[in-house]
């Protein structure tokens, strides 16, 4: 908490690099999408923590990351292992789209953000039981967020409001911080970092169809071309499902 003090301040602050052999690579991607050179699908674990279907609401910053599907016009994910169930066509199911202003051309790739930082903060404070500043940095954290994407300030007070999100210092809990780091860190592989050492606990967020183990995975197998070109010296094989050194 005492290097968070040292820290960023405000969104002018957030980290990112902006030079690239191209555009923005989440734009190509974006681009590719519209070009149906399909790989930018967007989880239903994501989608259905946006679309209402979680927590009851449309949460207002899910129309500035994605697009309506055409069928029926709402928010649809792609369930992981299942793959997008529609004609394969553009928009019949959610996808990473460039109308969010994290895959404009020139956006740059965010490595750390200031809501990020304050969601850091929210835990490591919560964690101290210092509830006062835990729940101001998970506020300022949601409102950082809402900022970045220009969502309207009238919709980031009724968000607010909102049961969940409007819990109080004393009724805060790790499951809340995560709930929005998860949110805050679209785009971002720390996402999944945070989602292992939450132990994959995102309400409602659901195994891959067809899964080859029986829960989650951990880590990442060794490619193949670092066995080929590497092979004396990469470690025996471990289950995909056991925990990294720093997730225990």
Known sequence: MSAIDKSYQSNSDDAGMKVFNGINPWAQVARDNENLLLDGWLSANFINHLNGTKFGFEDPRIKFI???????????????????????????????????????????????????????????????????????????????????????????????????????????????????????????????NDLRRFDYQIKDFNMPVNAKLPTFIRRLAYPSSERAENGANVPAEVSLDTKLWWDQ
């Open 66 to 192: 994605t697009e309506k599907s055409i069928v029926g016009n709402i928010y649809i994910g792609t369930v992981n292992g299942q793959g997008n169930v529609g004609s394969n066509s553009l928009k019949d199911e959610c996808y990473i789209s460039r109308k969010s202003p994290l895959t404009k051309d020139d956006a740059p790739v965010t490595i750390v953000s200031y809501a990020e930082v304050k969601m850091i903060e929210a835990e490591a404070a919560l964690r101290a039981n210092n509830r006062g500043r835990a729940y101001q940095a998970y506020l300022e954290g949601i409102k950082a967020h809402f900022n970045k994407l220009g969502v309207e300030q009238a919709e980031l007070d009724d968000y607010l409001t909102k049961p969940i999100v409007a819990v109080g210092e004393d009724n805060l809990t790790l499951d809340d911080i995560f709930r929005e780091k998860y949110i805050i860190t679209y785009l971002n592989p720390e996402a999944w």
